[in-house]
């Protein structure tokens, strides 16, 4: 929503503000000639401010927010003067002003520390992170995140207004880094409140989560068997919906663009293009928008595009695609403009599907790259953190020993405690536990060697952890065994063991060693002891390798 937005973590799209609470009003036009600044106007003003800085009117709020600075002395009103600075730096990066805005939120972080605004500097330190993350500074971005992380450890009172703006910008800041499971943590802390969260706030949490939804519904067609994610697209619309329902105009006016947008996107991935095509066309003036509509008008393009292209005309979808790459080149991450480039390079080369194209081998590693990247980023991250709170060696070697050093996968470890959490929920929360076991992995160890059947291991892992959903646990459970914790009930947790076994199926190496998967599905709706969860779903997937494997059971 607005003009900020990324992939794996959609930063302030809608940004929460740095302080207070209440509903805001739809933006209007600018007003700082007409009033006279004071700490008590500027804290007033802020949310106001914040809104309006991501909804159109970016350059009218830098220019209040200078004239107000003045009137609260840092000295004096350090609350007020930190409000006014962070809604400053934030206009600035709107209009891609990145490099000023960098020093602006280094000053508001000294501010914070100074006066003792420990939410403040948490969310400062949020938004420092995306700035750095766009100058290419990923190093100090992830050592802003950890700091900010560090700090956010002290802030408890979940129902205080300043703690869940700040705990909700540092999901984002978590996202963008790649520390999903960092990003879940916290999340799973703000669910506990959210029927407390101020209007603008919950209506911004399910915009970026709605987005980041649908840009992984988008990039399962990506990569083989590039079929889109109707579960992840579905749920992109369920959340929009959700968004649009609770802002019911009174916030941001982008909303419900942004809800005609994924609903007719979904249809233009998985349903009727015709129709996908009508409702795209029918919205005005889309591209138009400024750039607070950009994630929008990326969807926007990627839906016209797809509908195009599957109504056989291509070339159309090229040329409006294109043209929609232009028009966000400055206000959107280069993930979310990847996504869009795919589809226009798609509708220019449909033979780059094809899967024994040169393409399909560029994605795949470049899929691995990036899987190993983040990997490498979360490693760095949670070391920082656990040093920045005074931890020993110990504790920093006892994390890096849940990892599985082949895969980069949680290893048996980690994968029994996250089973153990899981079984001890409580009643009526359904919770799968998947059972992998690879089918005719003894058989390339055996023809191709132990390295041979590391790639392939490599490979699966990789494949395993893209398929599945950002918060499900993915573990090696040992030898060419793999777990899959995810909160899901019998039906969709069958679907995702279809989607696994599609994923496997079509892994480059995987292919070429004819190695598929047998699949035991086991769910509870009630606290379980561990071993027998385990049991139902070893006794189901052995049943589906006596059934011939390449298949999923329940048991």
Request: hydrophobic residues 45%.
């Amino acid at each position: 929503m607005g003009p900020i937005s990324s992939s794996d973590a959609h930063h302030a799209r809608h940004a929460p503000p740095m302080f207070g609470t209440g509903l805001v009003p739809l933006a209007g036009a600018g007003r700082g000639a007409h009033v006279r600044w004071s700490p008590d106007a500027v804290l007033e003003a802020r949310q106001d401010w914040v809104v309006r800085a991501q909804d159109g009117f970016a350059e009218d709020v830098l220019a209040e927010v200078e004239q107000a600075l003045p009137a609260v002395t840092p000295e004096q009103a350090p609350r007020a003067h930190a409000a006014a600075l962070y809604v400053q730096a934030l206009c600035l990066m709107t209009l891609g002003e990145t490099s000023i805005a960098v020093m602006v939120a280094r000053e508001l972080i000294a501010l914070c520390r100074r006066a003792g605004l420990v939410a403040g500097a948490v969310q400062a330190r949020a938004l420092l992170v995306e700035l750095l993350r766009r100058e290419g500074q990923l190093e100090q971005a992830v050592e802003q995140l950890a700091h900010a992380a560090a700090a956010a450890g002290a802030l408890d009172d979940l129902r205080d207004p300043e703690v869940q703006v700040a705990l909700a910008a540092l999901i984002v800041a978590h996202r963008m880094i790649g520390v999903r499971e960092g990003a879940h943590e916290i999340q799973r802390r703000l669910d506990t409140v959210e029927q407390h969260l101020p209007r603008h706030q919950l209506v911004s949490r399910l915009s970026n989560l709605a987005f980041e939804q649908a840009e992984r519904g988008v990039r399962a067609a990506h990569r083989p068997p590039f079929g889109p994610g109707r579960e992840q697209l579905d749920e992109a619309v369920a959340t929009i919906t959700r968004a649009a329902a609770a802002d019911a105009g009174f916030t941001y006016r982008v909303v419900d663009l942004e809800c005609q947008v994924l609903t007719a996107l979904a249809e233009a991935m998985t349903g009727d293009p015709a129709r996908a095509l009508a409702s795209l066309t029918g919205i005005p003036g889309v591209l138009e928008r400024g750039p607070e509509a950009a994630s929008a008008q990326v969807f926007w393009a990627i839906g016209v595009v797809r509908s195009l292209s599957r109504l056989g005309r291509a070339a159309e979808g090229a040329a409006v695609g294109a043209r929609a790459l232009a028009v966000v080149r400055d206000h959107v991450v280069d993930s979310e403009r990847q996504v869009l480039a795919y589809e226009v390079a798609l509708a220019e080369h449909p033979s780059i599907a094809d899967p024994g194209s040169g393409t399909v081998e560029y994605l795949t590693l470049a899929g691995r790259r990036e899987d190993e990247t983040s990997t490498l980023l979360d490693a760095l991250f949670r070391a920082r953190v656990d040093l920045l709170r005074g931890a020993d060696e110990r504790r920093v070697l006892a994390r890096a020993a849940r990892l599985d050093p082949l895969t980069n996968l949680v290893n048996r470890r980690g994968g029994a405690d996250a089973i153990s959490e899981a079984a001890s929920m409580t009643v009526g929360e359904p919770v799968a536990l998947l059972l992998i076991d690879l089918d005719g992995f003894k058989e390339v160890n055996d023809t191709q060697g132990h390295l041979a059947g590391d790639v392939v291991l490599r490979e699966v892992s990789t494949a395993l952890r893209t398929a599945a959903r950002l918060e499900d646990v993915v573990a090696r459970w040992g030898g060419d065994e793999f777990v899959v914790i995810a909160a899901l009930n019998e039906t969709r947790a069958v679907a995702l063991a279809d989607r696994l076994l599609e994923t496997i199926r079509n892994c480059p190496q995987s292919s070429a060693s004819r190695v598929s998967a047998s699949i035991g599905v086991a769910v509870r709706t009630a606290p379980i002891e561990d071993q027998e969860w385990l049991r139902r779903a070893d006794e189901a997937m052995y049943a589906a390798k006596r059934a011939g494997g390449d298949s999923a059971m329940v048991g």
